[in-house]
């Protein structure tokens, strides 16, 4: 099967940047950032992209390029005979469904906003029926099955026609409007009244802030803002030729995904601050209060439309480039045609999503963890605290053992073609402070993650002494 190809750099750069940009930079970010005292867990994350996200993206890119293939393969060919790291392949084809299991409801969210908002819906509505708007969407099966199904539909749709004319195209278009309208967003919360209050809170660090919680809150947000662990930029690197390095093209991915999850936090706490709404509120801090922002905001309806169409752009960029990871591993495995593969993982995704969907009224009796927590939880802690840490760490171990792919190999690919090079100054570093770095997080996020009501492993731990 001939591999496809991507039409320029650009579009490597746009696409794996898209890949990264979701709602973890306009969703998670934001809200991980008011609840984990703004400044000084901005400052936490940005460590992190740096000692983690950047030596982890470029093992990703180096296997997905050297091999050709998608993650599900890539391992059997650079594996020596005997091996067993091919396991991890198909785990993270199974982590791709996972993440798309709630990340589509997640989505159907933003565009069910978006919706709301363009027909004037929000328009003129008290700030409690604003407030309530976000559980009544969640306790509706109809809207939340439905609008979910549109943006997996939608996200196959595009990918059957092709890597270039369909991924390629409809992403560039995306990610460049995406990164306009970021901008206008931001350069209108600069004229709020709390403008000043909200960027010291989320700008200025107080270091006192900063604890367990806080770092590995941190942790789990680089992996999931930039899709590490589980191929998802793997893929993009075996649609890459080789003239240029991998570091440069890693830098400027990981440069634009921060750009829009800063910039996310630009536009909304300077909001926050304004009109009186709590930045730590959770995950529901865009919808209910966002809401209320752009409720009580002047021309309110055009800012609130602009505001859910970026995020919008931003969860669709990832969701099309996870739906080509998946596509990708399918095809090598069955040898189907491109649309029929996507027919048939579209119709797996779109069944795979109905718990999520649903786990919020219909099947609300299913609590996996605390009181309140639902199908959302389970699957997001099975992805952010466990497949995508594991994920890097095998990545990580088998790009640098010698009972793996081997270090020198993977140096020649990254640095294979001309821009910035890799120096060999990274390989005790890789080798043995990045794995430990990994497994110290991992379990420390198990341990402190909160199973039941004030109940964590860590808690048990000290109570037994």
């Known amino acids: 099967m001939k591999r496809d190809r991507l039409g320029s750099r650009l579009g490597f750069i746009l696409l794996s940047a898209g890949c990264a940009i979701g709602c973890g930079n306009v969703w998670k970010f934001p809200w991980m950032a008011g609840q984990y005292g703004g400044g000084a867990f901005v400052l936490v994350y940005l460590l992190f992209l740096v000692i983690l996200g950047i030596p982890v993206m470029l093992t990703e890119f180096a296997v997905g390029r050297a091999s050709q293939q998608s993650p599900v393969k890539a391992y059997q060919k650079l594996e020596k005979p005997g091996q067993k790291w091919h396991i991890h392949g198909y785990l993270s084809l199974v982590a791709n469904f996972l993440l798309m299991m709630f990340y589509t409801s997640v989505t159907g969210w933003i565009l069910h906003y978006f919706v709301s908002f363009v027909k004037g819906d929000m328009t003129g509505i008290t700030n409690e029926e604003s407030a309530n708007l976000f559980?009544?969407?969640?306790?509706?099966?109809?809207?939340?099955?439905?609008?979910?199904?549109?943006?997996v539909v939608l996200g196959f749709l595009i990918l059957s026609f092709g890597v270039q004319k369909g991924l390629e195209r409809v992403t560039k278009y995306m990610m460049l409007a995406l990164l306009a309208l970021i901008v206008?967003?931001?350069?209108?919360?600069?004229?709020?009244?709390?403008?000043?209050?909200?960027?010291?809170?989320?700008?200025?660090?107080?270091?006192?802030?900063?604890?367990?919680?806080?770092?590995?809150?941190?942790?789990?947000?680089?992996?999931?803002?930039?899709?590490?662990?589980?191929?998802?930029?793997?893929?993009?690197?075996?649609?890459?030729?080789?003239?240029?390095?991998?570091?440069?093209?890693?830098?400027?991915?990981?440069?634009?995904?921060?750009?829009?999850?800063?910039?996310?936090?630009?536009?909304?706490?300077?909001?926050?601050?304004?009109?009186?709404?709590?930045?730590?509120?959770?995950?529901?801090?865009?919808?209910?209060?966002?809401?209320?922002?752009?409720?009580?905001?002047?021309?309110?309806?055009?800012?609130?439309?602009?505001?859910?169409?970026?995020?919008?752009?931003?969860?669709?960029?990832?969701?099309?480039?996870?739906?080509?990871n998946i596509l990708a591993c399918v095809l090598e495995i069955t040898g189907w045609s491109r649309k029929k593969t996507c027919v048939i993982c579209g119709i797996a995704v779109l069944v795979l999503s109905i718990p999520c969907a649903l786990g919020f009224n219909l099947w609300s009796g299913f609590v996996p963890f605390a009181s309140g927590s639902s199908f959302l939880d389970l699957e997001?802690?099975?992805?952010?605290?466990?497949?995508?840490?594991?994920?890097?760490?095998?990545?990580?171990?088998?790009?640098?053992?010698k009972k793996g792919w081997g270090f020198d190999n993977f140096m020649e690919e990254v640095n294979a073609g001309k821009g910035v090079k890799l120096g060999k100054w990274i390989r005790p570093y890789m080798t043995y402070v990045l794995p430990i770095i990994i497994i110290a997080l991992f379990v420390i996020g198990i341990a402190t993650f909160q199973f039941a009501d004030n109940f964590t492993i860590w808690g048990w731990i000290k109570s037994l002494f």
Not at 135 to 151: C, D, E, K, W
Not at 239 to 256: A, F, H, P, T
Not at 380 to 401: H, I, K, M, R, W
């Open 135 to 151: 559980g009544n969407m969640l306790s509706n099966p109809a809207i939340m099955v439905g609008f979910m199904a549109i943006v």
């Open 380 to 401: 997001d802690f099975l992805v952010s605290n466990c497949a995508l840490p594991l994920g890097s760490l095998c990545y990580v171990l088998f790009v640098t053992s």
């Open 184 to 324: 206008i967003l931001a350069v209108h919360s600069f004229t709020l009244d709390g403008a000043k209050e909200g960027l010291t809170f989320y700008l200025k660090p107080d270091l006192s802030k900063i604890n367990g919680n806080v770092i590995v809150g941190a942790m789990n947000q680089a992996f999931f803002t930039l899709s590490l662990g589980i191929g998802s930029m793997a893929i993009f690197g075996s649609y890459l030729d080789k003239d240029r390095s991998l570091l440069g093209e890693s830098v400027n991915i990981i440069v634009l995904d921060t750009f829009v999850a800063i910039f996310a936090g630009l536009i909304i706490f300077p909001a926050c601050f304004t009109f009186d709404v709590e930045p730590g509120a959770g995950p529901s801090l865009l919808f209910v209060a966002m809401a209320k922002v752009f409720n009580n905001m002047v021309a309110g309806r055009i800012w609130g439309s602009l505001f859910f169409a970026f995020m919008f752009f931003a969860a669709m960029s990832t969701i099309i480039a996870v739906f080509e």
